[in-house]
């Protein structure tokens, strides 16, 4: 699917085509060290050369998708199916510039038009699965990801997000049972261990769960929704300390998670130790937005450790800010 280096008809026409070639390949170096407007202007460059090169539209909608500017990341990835209107992974990066936009209706309207001319993808059914799963609209995603594995009966991600349905469900037998499908095809399949996790959390084996975390981890070490939930199985297991590392690096994978912030927070009040640190951690997390329950926690927690310091007015300050925030939000 992918645009052939074509061999002209002359020695100067073969050596602008390896120029373009090479220029493409310094680009994606380029954003390779997230210097996204430097390969922007380059592949600019290249396309004033040559307004026809697929590739470069390619590789301009993916260099807008890293900056988030999904418009115009768009804007390319239609200039590539103008030009090659089989061209899948356009089809589907248009999908996803929809979805990061939260134009979920207008998304599933693209996709229904593309698979008019395309019955067959299922990648395009995948997709719908995952808008009508964000929608909370779990009977449409079910049938959406049947589909993909009757297209495709060895697709893994499928068999694991109807695992993930189910247990929203509460049917935790099929759930496991599609799991585990999921993790015999693809054995280090992302989030399929942290699913697992869930069901046995669900039924209360605790150890257990923590056990399917730890895989999780191995195989998706940027899961920090596996690192947080290991954390507070073991914080509620009185393994405070083990539960201290998991929820920083929590932090470290996701600055704008805002409750292992209160949490290690809550933990250094509660030992009477480094207070400073204590107030620092707080005082992030109430900054990071949206703000929602857990923020009003982190002011909570610093009324508490003002008043532990001796500070009352500093510690009525922000429990008048707890209060106000949580009057809001409820």
Known sequence: ??????IGL???CLKDKIKIYNSLLKAKRIMNT???DKAIDLVKKILKEDPEIIDAYMLLGNLYYRKKEFGKAMTNFYEVLKRKPDYNFATINIINCLIALNKFDRAIKTINTFLKRFPEDYA???ELGKIYLIKEDYKKALDSYKTVIKLD??????FNRIGEILIIKGKLKEAEENLTKALTITPTLKEAYYNLAQIEEKRGNIKKAMEYYKKEIKNNPNNFKAYYNLAENLRESGENEKAITYYSKTIEINPDFNIPYFMIAKYLLDKKEELDRA????KKGVEIKPFNKYTVFGYYILSDIYSFLGDSSKSEEYYRKGRKLLSKLQ
Request: charged share 25%; glycine share 0%; aromatic share 8%.
């Open 153 to 158: 009966p060895k697709n893994s991600e499928a």
């Open 279 to 282: 107030i620092a951690l707080c």
């Open 10 to 12: 002359s020695d100067s």
């Open 1 to 6: 699917m992918r645009r052939a280096l074509s």
């Open 124 to 126: 395009l059914y995948a």
């Open 34 to 36: 997230k210097n996204y």
